[in-house]
C-alpha cells in the first residue's frame, strides 16, 4: 500500500464491494496468515492484488505483448487487456464466489495439490474420483478431488516424494464436482459484464485450441460464458507458454509466484521470468522492487518515477538534503589503470622543459640547498633513463639500468617564474 497508485486501485475495489462489507485493503494487511482460507477473502484479495500490481506496471510504462491466465487468474485477464473495468473485474470475483456458495450444498469439500509426474504415471495413479485440473508442464500437474480421496492419495505421493504442494479449500474449483453452479455462474456474470466487448489478440483464450477470440450471441455476455466455462475446465498452461517468444521478458503477478518452476523448466535459458509478488519473510514491497530491478536489467525502460507522489519544484525550505547519506565504500581496494602516449625519439638528442607548475615536475620544488630550488642530481639521471625509453620505444620502467662514474659539474637553479630548457644528449657507444 506505499504505492499511490496500487493504493488508488485496491481503494477502488473497497468502494465497489463497501455495500457487500467486504473490504480488499482489510484481507492484503491483515496479519492472519489464515485469511485467505475464507474463500471470499481469497477470490477478492488475489483479484484485488492483481489490479493494484497491473495499474502499477501500466504506470510505468509496461505494456504487454501477451496475456494469459492460470486458473482463478484468468479473471484479472480482462482487466489487463483493458476489456473489463477495475470495477467489473472485482465485483465478477465476488459473484464467482457468489454463483459458487449458491449451490455450495451440493458441492462437496476438497483439496487440490501440485504434483510433479509425468502424464502417464500420473493419470494412472490417479483415483476415479480425483481430476486433473492443470497441465502446467510435461511432468507438473495439479490435482483435485474429495478431502478424503486426497488425502488417501496424497499419503502415497509423499512416501514417493512426488508431492509439491497442497492447498486446503471449501470448495473444488475447475472440476466436475461444480458443475451444479454453471447455470448460477453465468447468470450472475451476464448481468455485470458488459454485453459487447471485443478481447484483443493479446489476451489468449485459453479455452479454444488455436486461443482466438470469436463472437457470440448477442443476448449472453461473450465474457459471461468465457468466464464461466473457463472456471469449470482444466487448465491447459503447458500448451499455452509455446507462444512465449524465445526472448520474451515474463511477469507473474500471482501472489504465490508458483509459475516461476514451470515457466523456468518450460521455457529456453533465453527467457527471462520475473515475480513480482512472493510469500517470504521479506517486505512485499523490497520484492516487487527487486522484480521491478531484473525487468530493467532485462532492457525495460521503466518509469521508475511514477511508482511514487510527483515532486513539486521548487521544494520547500525544509526539505532536507540527501548529499549526506551518499558515501563511497572504500572496504576494498582495487588496482587502478594508468594510461599515458609512450614519447618516441629517433636521434640521441631532446629538450626537456622544467616547468615547476606542471605536475610532472611540481615535486621537484622541495629540493632547496642553501635557500636556493635545485634540480635534484637523481633528476638527471632520471631524466636520462627516461630518454633511453624514448629512443628504444619502450617504458623506462621496464628497462633495467645502471649509472656509474657519474660527474655533476654543476647545479641548475630552479625557479616557478621561469622555464628551464634542459638539453639532454645521449652519443652512441657511451
Excluded at 473497497?14 to 455495500?19: F, N, S
Excluded at 524465445?246 to 520475473?274: C, F, G, M, R, W
Aim: overall charge neutral; proline content about 4%; hydrophobic content about 45%.
Amino acid at each position: 500500500m506505499e504505492f499511490p497508485v496500487f493504493a488508488k486501485a485496491i481503494q477502488k475495489c473497497d468502494t465497489v464491494l463497501k455495500p457487500y462489507d467486504v473490504f480488499v485493503t482489510d484481507i492484503l494487511i491483515n496479519k492472519d496468515k489464515y485469511i485467505l482460507n475464507n474463500v471470499i477473502n481469497l477470490f477478492v484479495g488475489l483479484i484485488g492484488l492483481q489490479i493494484g500490481i497491473v495499474d502499477l506496471l501500466i504506470s510505468i510504462g509496461i505494456t504487454p505483448d501477451i496475456i494469459m491466465g492460470h486458473s482463478i487468474g484468468e479473471l484479472v485477464c480482462g482487466y489487463a487487456d483493458g476489456c473489463l473495468t477495475a470495477e467489473e473485474t472485482i465485483m465478477m470475483a465476488y459473484y464467482v464466489y457468489v454463483g459458487l456458495t449458491f449451490v455450495k450444498s451440493k458441492i462437496i469439500d476438497g483439496l487440490m495439490a501440485e504434483i510433479n509426474l509425468d502424464f502417464k504415471t500420473m493419470k494412472n495413479m490417479c483415483p476415479s474420483d480425483i481430476d486433473i485440473v492443470c497441465y502446467n508442464s510435461s511432468h507438473n500437474y495439479i490435482v483435485s478431488g474429495p478431502t478424503s480421496s486426497m488425502r488417501a492419495f496424497l499419503a502415497k505421493l509423499q512416501v514417493w516424494k512426488h508431492l509439491k504442494s497442497t492447498n486446503n479449500i471449501s470448495m473444488l474449483l475447475i472440476t466436475r464436482y461444480v458443475e451444479p453452479a454453471r447455470v448460477k455462474l453465468l447468470e450472475y456474470l451476464n448481468q455485470i459484464l458488459p454485453q459487447k466487448i471485443s478481447p484483443s489478440s493479446k489476451w489468449l483464450n485459453m479455452l479454444n485450441k488455436s486461443y482466438q477470440w470469436f463472437s457470440t450471441s448477442s443476448n449472453t455476455s461473450y465474457l459471461a460464458k468465457y468466464y464461466t466455462n473457463n472456471l469449470l475446465t482444466p487448465v491447459v498452461f503447458s500448451e499455452a507458454v509455446r507462444f512465449i517468444p524465445n526472448d520474451a521478458v515474463t511477469i507473474e503477478i500471482a501472489p504465490h509466484d508458483i509459475l516461476q518452476y514451470i515457466l523456468n523448466d518450460s521455457l529456453k535459458a533465453s527467457v527471462t521470468n520475473v515475480a513480482l509478488y512472493k510469500f517470504s519473510h521479506k517486505s512485499n514491497v523490497e520484492i516487487f522492487l527487486h522484480g521491478i530491478g531484473k525487468l530493467y536489467n532485462a532492457g525495460l525502460q521503466l518509469q521508475i518515477a511514477n511508482l511514487y507522489p510527483e515532486v513539486m519544484f521548487p521544494v520547500s525550505r525544509n526539505t532536507p538534503m540527501i548529499s549526506h547519506l551518499i558515501r563511497w565504500d572504500h572496504s576494498e581496494d582495487w588496482y587502478a589503470y594508468r594510461y599515458f602516449a609512450q614519447r618516441k625519439l629517433y636521434i640521441g638528442e631532446a629538450i626537456v622543459t622544467i616547468n615547476l607548475l606542471d605536475d610532472e615536475f611540481t615535486y621537484m620544488t622541495g629540493h632547496v640547498v642553501n635557500r636556493k630550488n635545485l634540480l635534484p642530481a637523481t633528476g638527471y639521471l632520471f631524466l636520462i633513463w627516461q630518454m633511453i625509453g624514448w629512443l628504444k620505444k619502450r617504458n623506462h620502467l621496464d628497462i633495467p639500468i645502471v649509472f656509474e662514474n657519474v660527474n655533476f659539474l654543476r647545479s641548475t637553479v630552479l625557479s616557478k617564474q621561469n622555464l628551464v630548457n634542459l638539453t639532454l644528449m645521449i652519443q652512441k657507444g657511451n
